[in-house]
């Protein structure tokens, strides 16, 4: 049965910007204030990961320094280790992510360490983040389809989900990082997960590199998921997977939720004229379709 409400966490700021080429910290900063204006509740954005591995997100302390913060609103940030952590803290950042993998060969290329040590290095940032009453997010990548390994294993994915939940993750996000997965496969994972975990701590992070993510969140919500991360204009891709798009775009996923009675409390245009700026500052045109019916307006 279909959720009634959905929570839609914004990532374009993060994982979209992540793999663009760099903005200006005045066009990130506008960005997220424009998005605070939308009826968002949840926003990442930005990320104290190694410079040298993500330039883009070089700048995070100062996005953080320089957004106005909306009451009601969560800004998160990705934190990959302690010295992601005690930057994010430095920066008053009050919802941190960390970030690992169901593929041994993807957790090397995308931190530079095997899923066990992931795992070692995320309880000490678990728990001085928790010292700090900042509530941490665990996301975990290629969930269903790896770019190296090929197919994930269901039970693999809800063993490391489940570990991460354990270790004091309040949320699990299911990332298809290449944007391979199809609906079938969105349904395996979901069985084995549910066997593990409850329902309400699981969100999907659906890549739409081949097409699939809106088929994909249809067969999540369908199966009761209720927390969907997206991206506005569909930024975006990953670094460390080849080919891999960019999120499934937040106006269409807005557009599937509304027209399917479900709330999301999201304003679409104030979404669409969010992703129409950002995209004139890349000087490329949204990806989503909804944006290009709606038009700039
Ligand atoms: P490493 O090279 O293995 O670790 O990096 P290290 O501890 O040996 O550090 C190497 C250098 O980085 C040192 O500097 C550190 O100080 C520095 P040097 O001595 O060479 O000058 N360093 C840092 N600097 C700033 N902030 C930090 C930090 N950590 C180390 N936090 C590390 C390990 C994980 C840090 C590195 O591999 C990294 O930053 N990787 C980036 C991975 C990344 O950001 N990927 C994209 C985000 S994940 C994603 O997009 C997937 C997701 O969307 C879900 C999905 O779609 O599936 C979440
Ligand atoms: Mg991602």
New binding site residues.
């Given amino acids: 049965m279909l959720p009634t409400k959905v929570n839609i966490v914004e990532?374009g700021a993060r994982?979209g910007l992540?793999n663009e080429q760099s903005v200006t910290l005045d066009d990130k900063v506008r960005l997220i204030n424009r998005l605070s204006h939308s009826g968002l509740k949840h926003i990442e954005a930005g990320?104290?990961?190694?410079?040298?591995?993500?330039p883009q997100?070089a700048d995070s302390a100062l996005v953080f320094a320089n957004i106005h913060q909306q009451p009601g609103i969560i800004y998160s940030a990705?934190?990959?280790?302690l010295?992601?952590l005690e930057?994010a803290i430095e920066s008053d950042v009050k919802q941190v992510?960390v970030?690992g993998s169901a593929s041994e060969s993807f957790s090397q290329k995308?931190?530079?360490?095997s899923i066990e040590e992931s795992l070692e290095r995320f309880e000490p940032v678990i728990a001085l983040a928790q010292q700090h009453k900042i509530d941490v997010r665990g996301?975990?990548?290629?969930t269903m389809v790896c770019p190296y390994e090929g197919n994930i294993k269901p039970e693999q994915t809800a063993l490391i989900a489940s570990k991460l939940f354990d270790m004091g993750c309040y949320e699990i996000?299911l990332?298809?990082?290449v944007g391979k997965a199809t609906p079938n496969r969105v349904e395996a994972m979901l069985d084995a997960l549910f066997k593990q975990l409850p329902k309400d701590a699981l969100a999907v992070?659906f890549?739409d590199t081949y097409g699939q993510a809106l088929a994909n969140i249809y067969q999540a919500l369908l199966m009761g998921i209720g927390t969907v991360d997206s991206a506005v204009a569909g930024l975006g891709g990953?670094?460390?997977a080849k080919g891999a798009s960019g999120n499934v775009a937040t106006e269409d996923v807005l557009y599937l939720c509304h027209n399917l009675g479900i709330e999301t409390g999201v304003d679409i245009d104030a979404i669409n004229q969010a992703g129409w700026e950002i995209c004139r500052a890349l000087g490329k045109q949204p990806v989503s379709k909804v944006a290009l019916a709606l038009g700039e307006s």
């Fill in positions: 990532v994982d992540q990320s104290f990961v190694s410079p040298k591995w993500v997100m990705l934190t990959p280790n010295a992601g930057r992510a970030f995308n931190i530079n360490c996301y975990l990548s290629c996000s990332g298809d990082t992070h890549h990953c670094p460390y």
